[in-house]
T-cell receptor, first 115, second 112 residues
Framework: DTAVSQTPKYLVTQMGNDKSIKCEQNLGHDTMYWYKQDSKKFLKIMFSYNNKELIINETVPNRFSPKSPDKAHLNLHINSLELGDSAVYFC??????????????FGPGTRLTVT | RKEVEQDPGPFNVPEGATVAFNCTYSNSASQSFFWYRQDCRKEPKLLMS???SGNEDGRFTAQLNRASQYISLLIRDSKLSDSATYLCVVNDENSGTYKYIFGTGTRLKVLA
């Protein structure tokens, strides 16, 4: 069974469209994250939720809106897509707000291409 | 100065070689550290945590030097399957919330 799953795996869309990426974890973790990995392979956190509450909100355009319907799911909605949004988006989860000793488990990533 | 810095490589080494990567971090209050491995077009996966006293897992040894603010990863007897990007991660705390800060990664190619 996949621990952290994301859908879709690939997403190709045109500028100006709105799209969503879904993430689910079956590890029983209470904290989930969204990361963006750009073309230079740099991985940077965007958001984190703990028990459905937003706890980390990095400097991300407000076109990006995360939503957590329950602690096992964290979705990412992106409005008015731009070319610069093309990247790989990874979802991750961990226990207890990522307390020092707890590792994060990553989903397989969603490769978003905006044309 | 970047929060977490790594030499991007690539490090090209023959099978059986020993290779070491370093990573420096800027926040002296950082509490925990990890090495993750990322294969091409895959997600990052934990390789090992880095403990203050240093730790070993098979062919892999991680060390932490808090005074100089760097961590290292040593790979002995390199295998072809070790070819990947190795990501240094610092887990920073802010008001009870912990956040991973990733380095840009060091690419390793083990050659037959």
């Amino acid at each position: 069974d996949t621990a952290v799953s994301q859908t879709p795996k690939y997403l190709v869309t045109q500028m100006g469209n709105d799209k969503s990426i879904k993430c689910e974890q079956n590890l029983g973790h209470d904290t989930m994250y969204w990361y963006k990995q750009d073309s230079k392979k740099f991985l940077k956190i965007m958001f984190s939720y703990n028990n459905k509450e937003l706890i980390i909100n990095e400097t991300v355009p407000n076109r990006f809106s995360p939503k957590s319907p329950d602690k096992a799911h964290l979705n990412l909605h992106i409005n008015s897509l731009e070319l610069g949004d093309s990247a790989v988006y990874f979802c991750a989860s961990s226990q207890d707000k990522g307390y020092p000793s707890y590792e994060q488990y990553f989903g397989p990533g969603t490769r978003l291409t905006v044309t | 100065r970047k929060e977490v810095e790594q030499d991007p490589g690539p490090f090209n080494v023959p099978e059986g070689a020993t290779v070491a990567f370093n990573c420096t971090y800027s926040n002296s209050a950082s509490q925990s550290f990890f090495w993750y491995r990322q294969d091409c077009r895959k997600e990052p996966k934990l390789l090992m945590s880095v403990y203050s006293s240093g730790n070993e897992d098979g062919r892999f040894t991680a060390q932490l030097n808090r005074a100089s603010q760097y961590i290292s990863l040593l790979i002995r007897d390199s295998k072809l399957s070790d070819s990947a990007t190795y990501l240094c991660v610092v887990n920073d705390e802010n008001s009870g919330t912990y956040k991973y800060i990733f380095g840009t990664g060091t690419r390793l190619k083990v050659l037959a």
